[in-house]
């Protein structure tokens, strides 16, 4: 399907008690069969009406209707065929509210096992939610949890209400493939102004069997858990690759600035299941078939370049990115190397990055082992080179809106298309004011600051030929002056 054609597939879900106004939550949804009216979303807001909240924290892998409160009702609002086609909003009409049902609530086994291994309690995660839902989305067991519906679609399906939505396996996707996001800001608030907002992005990382956990660079909102994550490398062939698990996530005190996901195979795999162990078949017609299976991308793009090699720089007590750039030669920050004069590099072998020439404005990449860390290889976020900051007409610094996280420092900055190396990543920028990192706001060192001296090392082999780093003019410190006492940044 077209990508513009996305929001025909996405929905707003509404759970709500009949006899209660206050205890009600929302999150986004896709429509995944249209004929059947079956909808797929997040299964938090629904732990509120379980009759024992225990059982989202179990290995139960699913649970039927019966373990929820009697009173739980659940309304769906969708875009009707003319608001899907149209570029115009604010219009209430434009969505049309069904009531719906649950079917069953599923576990996916793959994704808690993969998230586990991730995203260790050690590193202090968070994820976004509710303050009512902030203990269960904490734990990996319930945002583990999917909501299979039953809506009453009716005339909302429209003319092509026997489609079933183009998915794609988990297990063909590859990072810096070109994704879309679709979901809903702040779920059921205002859906005539936020229903089936798109963001786009790449996906950044991938983790567990059949890459059951998905990180990606697209920006979301509170609201959007359920929505799909499309791949868009062609745009006429959107295919609903996940769910949003979670908007925001936090490593210590860190916001990463990427969305989680659980691939869409692992949840269809785990409503299979538990359609064998006695509930009713709403997958029929979905599920086994995800259409061609074929690669979606090679890594980070198909020009066919290669770009360079990024490997892990590990001092002992502190650890960063590197850049490969020679035979036995890597670039790192001096911050990364903490003094050492020896130091550890791991590498993963098949993450090069492939990335023309850009100006300011125009799309990079950043390559580096922040977000998911030393655990599943490198993670690649996509922006645009916002700023270059010269000095006698030679960049020293670079300024990208690419998300970056802790353990990115020394990786690199590559242009989109041909994976030349622009940088070296330095760091982002944190207000030490209020507290908050801003990961899309970053600074790097641009390769001509040093690549005349790499030139002079390959030829002389004496790393006297670096000395001239060890002090720096007044007009460029001036330059880096955010690092200094006086400032909050």
């Given at each position: ?25 929302s ?22 009406f ?18 929820f ?8 609002s ?18 049309r ?14 994704f808690?096992?993969?998230?586990r ?9 968070r ?25 009453n679609l009716g ?15 988990g297990?063909?996707?590859r ?41 990606t660079?697209?920006?979301c ?7 799909g ?22 490593k ?10 659980c ?8 409503v ?11 997958l029929?017609g ?13 890594p980070?793009?198909?020009r ?8 892990i ?20 920050c ?18 090069r ?11 990079v ?19 645009v080179?916002?700023k ?46 209020a507290?908050?990192t ?15 001296l ?15 780093l ?14 200094s006492?006086q400032?909050?940044?």
């Amino acid at each position: 399907m077209d990508v513009r054609e996305v929001e025909k597939w996405s929905c707003v879900v509404q759970v709500l008690d009949a006899f209660s106004a206050g205890k009600h939550a929302s999150c986004s949804g896709v429509i995944v069969h249209r004929q059947t009216g079956t909808v797929i979303c997040s299964g938090v807001p629904f732990s509120r009406f379980a009759a024992d909240k225990r059982s989202l924290s179990s290995d139960h892998g699913f649970l039927p209707p019966r373990r929820f409160s009697d009173t739980l009702k659940i309304r769906v609002s969708l875009p009707t065929e003319r608001d899907a086609s149209s570029t115009c909003g604010g219009d209430p009409s434009r969505h049309r509210e069904v009531a719906a049902e649950l079917l069953v609530l599923v576990s996916c086994p793959e994704f808690r096992r993969a998230f586990r291994a991730a995203f260790q309690e050690t590193d202090k995660w968070r994820f976004h939610a509710d303050e009512e839902d902030e203990e269960l989305t904490g734990d990996a067991l319930s945002l583990s949890w999917f909501a299979v519906l039953k809506a009453n679609l009716g005339a909302a399906g429209g003319p092509d209400a026997a489609g079933v939505v183009p998915w794609r396996n988990g297990s063909s996707l590859r990072k810096g493939l070109p994704v879309v996001a679709c979901g809903s800001p702040f779920g059921s608030l205002c859906v005539d102004l936020f229903g089936g907002s798109l963001s786009a992005g790449i996906v950044s990382n991938l983790c567990g069997e059949g890459n059951a956990v998905i990180l990606t660079d697209a920006r979301c909102l509170p609201g959007a858990e359920g929505g799909g994550l499309f791949a868009a490398e062609a745009p006429d062939d959107a295919r609903l690759l996940g769910l949003i698990v979670s908007p925001f996530g936090w490593k210590a005190n860190e916001w990463i600035g990427l969305t989680l996901v659980c691939s869409v195979d692992v949840i269809f795999g785990s409503v299979a299941r538990c359609c064998r162990g006695g509930v009713g078949p709403p997958l029929r017609g979905v599920w086994p078939d995800p259409g061609d299976a074929a690669p979606l991308a090679q890594p980070c793009g198909t020009r066919g370049a290669t770009g360079p090699v990024v490997c892990i720089v590990d001092s002992g007590q502190f650890w960063g990115s590197g850049v490969v750039v020679g035979p036995w030669l890597v670039v790192t920050c001096r911050h990364v190397v903490n003094g050492r004069s020896t130091v550890g590099l791991k590498f993963h072998h098949g993450d090069r990055c492939e990335s023309e020439l850009v100006m300011n404005g125009e799309s990079v990449l950043v390559v580096g082992y922040g977000g998911l860390g030393r655990r599943c290889g490198p993670s690649m976020t996509r922006g645009v080179l916002s700023k270059t900051i010269s000095f006698n007409d030679q960049p020293v610094m670079l300024q990208t809106t690419c998300a970056v996280q802790a353990g990115t420092s020394g990786g690199a900055v590559v242009r989109t298309g041909t994976g030349e190396l622009l940088g070296i990543v330095s760091s982002n920028t944190r207000d030490f004011a209020a507290k908050v990192t801003y990961p899309h706001l970053n600074f790097s060192i641009p390769v001509a600051v040093f690549q005349s001296l790499l030139q002079r090392f390959h030829q002389t082999k004496d790393v006297d030929a670096f000395r001239v780093l060890d002090s720096t003019e007044k007009e460029v410190s001036r330059v880096w002056r955010l690092h200094s006492a006086q400032s909050k940044l």
